[in-house]
């Protein structure tokens, strides 16, 4: 059986912020703008907050993006923010090497979590790596399972 669409929201939002924000893979600040606030829509319901001031640049972006997105349902937030999340994982996982991604120093943290990280990409239907599958590595001492 599938998982709910909050169940599957949740997971979402773990692995983005389980992420190191300085990590190996950058997302366009369109992309961060869209994630911002698809998760905005999908928490809070429609902006109902005051347009920050001109000069305050990154609240006015975040405000933008998030007003923009007017009476959206909550669920249909939801299931965007998780389309968009596996979008990004599908790109990234295209364009980065597996073995540099892993080894890279700003996602050592994440190495302890994989067990986590599976779970919560397996919430959303995610179970292999691409090239991976059945494989184990080992990377700073960790063994990671594919």
């Not at 698809?38 to 405000?63: H, N, V």
């Not at 968009?84 to 994440?110: G, V």
């Not at 779970?119 to 001492?141: C, P, Q, S």
């Amino acid at each position: 059986m599938g998982k709910s669409l909050d169940e599957q929201f949740e997971a979402a939002v773990w692995i983005i912020n389980a992420l190191p924000k300085n990590g190996p893979i950058k997302t366009s600040i369109n992309d961060q703008l869209q994630m911002y606030s698809l998760y905005k829509q999908a928490t809070s319901g429609k902006c109902d907050t005051i347009q920050p001031y001109f000069f305050q640049i990154e609240q006015r972006m975040k405000w933008n993006a998030w007003n923009q997105l007017g009476n959206m349902d909550e669920a249909e937030a939801k299931a965007q923010y998780v389309e968009k999340m596996l979008k990004l994982c599908n790109q990234a996982e295209a364009e980065h090497n597996l073995m540099e991604f892993l080894s890279d120093p700003t996602i050592a943290d994440l190495l302890p979590k994989q067990n986590q990280l599976r779970e919560h990409f397996a919430t959303l239907g995610r179970t292999t790596v691409k090239g991976f599958e059945g494989e184990t590595v080992e990377i700073n001492g960790v063994s990671i399972s594919f």
